[in-house]
């Protein structure tokens, strides 16, 4: 009896380990994996010479026939592409956009999300720190609270880490954090990028929120695999090196 119960745990594990990491390819370079009923994340893939064909997450906040967008891919075709898929495919109504900080694999799409009139909303650091102006249709100040019908996305400036603008998205109705390219995935062996970074403050902006969220459920890194909180202690033994 006891073997059978375990045969029956690990086969309903397989079939949750399969629901969450099942993948919707949208093109061989861009695919969405469903995290919640109203959570994807999107994957771009893009070439670069030093690392090769590297990964880059977004999310998609879905609420019945409306979305936000976190970040955008690394070009405009990727971005034609999933804005194609989310309005035409899925049915869905872009109805607002957040970059997770200045860098292009968080906003080298945002000329094609003007044209298709999805407003943007970016953190005053990260408006400052592109030399388009305009750069977004609306900016914010501060730790800031946008609403997708009843469910909330809160931003939080946890202080400088990978970049002087790098903010988080908590979405508490799921339990999921959007932590961009201040927390690195699991099987990541470096910082990255390092070009703009904080070194010395990056450790106290993790720890920020690691108090502010002690809750969650998934944390979704800027690359690599979803994980959970032990991607923030990750993140933090990589800095101790």
């Known amino acids: 009896m006891k073997f059978v119960k375990h045969i029956l745990s690990l086969f309903l594990f397989g079939l949750c380990f399969s629901a969450?990491?099942?993948k919707i390819n949208i093109s061989p370079n861009l695919y969405l994996e469903e995290l919640t009923e109203h959570v994807y994340v999107h994957t771009s893939l893009t070439e670069i010479p030093e690392w090769g064909k590297f990964p880059s997450n977004g999310l998609v906040?879905?609420?019945d026939s409306e979305a936000w967008l976190l970040d955008t891919p690394m070009d405009d075709s990727l971005t034609i592409k999933?804005?194609?898929?989310l309005e035409q495919e899925m049915q869905?109504?872009?109805i607002g956009f957040i970059p997770n900080h200045f860098h292009d694999d968080c906003t080298a799409g945002m000329d094609i999300l003007k044209e298709h009139n999805i407003p943007s909303y970016c953190f005053y650091k990260t408006s400052k720190l592109h030399t388009e102006e305009p750069y977004c249709n609306f900016v914010f100040h501060s730790d800031t609270t946008f609403l997708l019908d009843d469910s909330p996305i809160q931003t939080f400036y946890p202080g400088e880490a990978h970049s002087p603008d790098n903010i988080v998205c908590y979405l508490p109705n799921e339990k999921v954090l959007f932590g961009g390219c201040m927390v690195k995935s699991a099987d990541s062996k470096t910082l990255?990028?390092?070009s703009d970074a904080n070194l010395e403050n990056w450790p106290q902006a993790i720890n920020n929120v690691i108090v502010k969220y002690p809750n969650l459920k998934s944390v979704i890194p800027g690359h690599g695999k979803?994980?959970?909180t032990n991607l923030l202690q990750h993140t933090l033994d990589l800095l101790r090196k």
Do not use: C, F, T, W
């Open 82 to 85: 999933l804005i194609d898929h």
């Open 92 to 94: 869905l109504k872009i």
């Open 226 to 228: 979803i994980g959970e």
């Open 61 to 63: 906040y879905i609420n």
């Open 20 to 22: 969450y990491s099942q």
């Open 192 to 194: 990255g990028n390092l």
